[in-house]
C-alpha cells in the first residue's frame, strides 16, 4: 500500500516568515495529494489540494507543489500568522477510496 | 447546517467491553471512513463504505467491525476492546471517494480502554 512519510514533525517559525512541509510518497500510481489542518481539540479540515497533473497550486498565502518524478510535495506557507499554528497532514491516494496520511507536522508561529 | 455527527465524545471503558461509537451525516454522502488518531502516527484508515451495504478494510482493521445499513450512518463497532485501541478517533464523509475529493470530518470521539 502507500506509505507518506513526512518532515519535519515540528516547525517554529518567526510570524511573517515562511514555512515550508515535505511529504514522500512511495506509490507511483498516487494522483491526489490534499493537505488537511487540525487546529488544537478540533477536526482536520482541508486547506488545499493538488491532482497529478498539475505542479503548483496557490491559494492566497498556502501553496501547494508536487514533483511527480521525486515522488514528492510541499506544502508552502508564506507571511505566517498566529493562526497558523496548528498541525498539518499531508496525504496521497492511489485509488477512489483510500488515502493514506502522514504523520503530521506541528506547526507553531512565534509572535 | 453540513455536518458529521459522532457519538460519543468521550469514553471511558474497561477490557472486554462492547462499545459502539456512532457516526452519521446529513450531506447525502455516499462515501464514509472511520480513522484513528495517534501520536506520530498520524491518521490512520480502520475502515471504508462506498455505499449502502458495501463496506471494506482500511489500513488498520483487526478488532473493528462496521455497518452501513443506512446511507447516512455508519458506526464503528470494538467488539472487545483492548487497550491498544485507545485513541482518538475520526469519521469521515465524502462526496467523492474518499481518494478523490475532500473528506468532511466529525468532531472525534476520544476513547480510553482501560
Known amino acids: 500500500g502507500e506509505n507518506v512519510e513526512q518532515h519535519p514533525s515540528t516547525l517554529s517559525v518567526q510570524e511573517g516568515d515562511s514555512a515550508v512541509i515535505k511529504c514522500t510518497y512511495s506509490d507511483s500510481a498516487s494522483n491526489y495529494f490534499p493537505w488537511y489542518k487540525q487546529e488544537l481539540g478540533k477536526r482536520p479540515q482541508l486547506i488545499i489540494d493538488?491532482?497529478?497533473?498539475?505542479g503548483e497550486k496557490k491559494d492566497q498565502r498556502i501553496a501547494v507543489t508536487l514533483n511527480k518524478t521525486a515522488k514528492h510535495f510541499s506544502l508552502h506557507i508564506t507571511e505566517t500568522q498566529p493562526e497558523d499554528s496548528a498541525v498539518y497532514f499531508c496525504?496521497?491516494?492511489?485509488?477512489?477510496?483510500?488515502?493514506?496520511f502522514g504523520a503530521g507536522t506541528t506547526v507553531t508561529v512565534r509572535a | 447546517e453540513a455536518q458529521v455527527t459522532q457519538n460519543p465524545r468521550y469514553l471511558i471503558t474497561v477490557t472486554g467491553k462492547k462499545l459502539t461509537v456512532t457516526c452519521s451525516q446529513n450531506m447525502n454522502h455516499e462515501y464514509m471512513s472511520w480513522y484513528r488518531q495517534d501520536p506520530g502516527l498520524g491518521l490512520r484508515q480502520i475502515y471504508y463504505s462506498m455505499n449502502v451495504e458495501v463496506t471494506d478494510k482500511g489500513d488498520v482493521p483487526e478488532g473493528y467491525k462496521v455497518s452501513r445499513k443506512e446511507k447516512r450512518n455508519f458506526p464503528l463497532i470494538l467488539e472487545s476492546p483492548s487497550p491498544n485501541q485507545t485513541s482518538l478517533y475520526f469519521c469521515a464523509s465524502s462526496w467523492s471517494g474518499g481518494g478523490t475529493g475532500e473528506l468532511f470530518f466529525g468532531e472525534g470521539s476520544r476513547l480510553t480502554v482501560l
Open positions: 496525504a496521497a491516494s492511489s485509488n477512489d477510496y483510500k488515502l493514506s
Open positions: 493538488i491532482r497529478s497533473n498539475v
